[in-house]
């Protein structure tokens, strides 16, 4: 994985897709990709990275308020048009939390979609992000570059290495999965 400007990340002409790995207590981490079909490249940008607890301890309690008149799920609704996320965009979420993504739709985002997580999808993600696409990440996102850094594979108790990622020190990782498994269900990216 590579460093990249992020003042470049905007420039680039291609469509931007936006992942999301839902978050109370653990990071809730809000990424977008775009993918450069030319030299299959895919650049990515962190916009989130705090749990919907923290986010609740920060706002001021006028905000809490209109939020709450969204309904049970009004900081998601808060959240993407904070973050001016477009309401066309193509929004790849984590299946874990099913009513965040119909919310999602309900204010708007009619692109959202659950991410596909069947067997072996984790180690065919990893192995997408790790030898499908050269990934490029902006100078911005520490917590991408942190992931990374810091990614581990599990080990038995005889010190084996598994076929099976660490996890909870992953969300921003897991988002950029959810993307380019889409996009690679999708034709955008090549199958490996």
């Not at 942190?146 to 921003?172: C, F, I, M, T």
């Amino acid at each position: 994985w590579n460093e990249f400007n992020y003042l470049d990340y905007l420039a680039l002409p291609f469509e931007e897709w936006f992942g999301c790995d839902w978050g109370k207590v653990d990071p809730w981490a809000i990424m977008g990709a775009k993918y450069d079909p030319s030299n299959n490249k895919l650049y990515v940008h962190e916009y989130l990275h705090m749990s919907e607890d923290n986010i609740n301890d920060i706002i001021d309690n006028e905000t809490k308020r209109r939020i709450k008149e969204d309904g049970e799920e009004g900081l998601v609704n808060y959240m993407f048009n904070r973050l001016d996320i477009p309401k066309k965009a193509k929004i790849v979420c984590d299946n874990n939390r099913p009513n965040k993504v119909e919310q999602l739709r309900r204010f708007g985002y009619e692109n959202a979609v659950v991410a596909e997580k069947g067997q072996g999808s984790i180690i065919d993600g990893i192995e997408l992000l790790d030898y499908g696409v050269d990934v490029y990440y902006t100078n911005t996102s520490s917590n991408i570059k942190k992931e990374q850094d810091e990614y581990s594979w599990k080990v038995d108790r005889y010190g084996n290495v598994l076929e099976a990622p660490e996890g909870g020190k992953d969300h921003q990782l897991d988002g950029i999965k959810y993307i380019a498994t889409k996009m690679q269900a999708y034709g955008i990216i090549k199958k490996i």
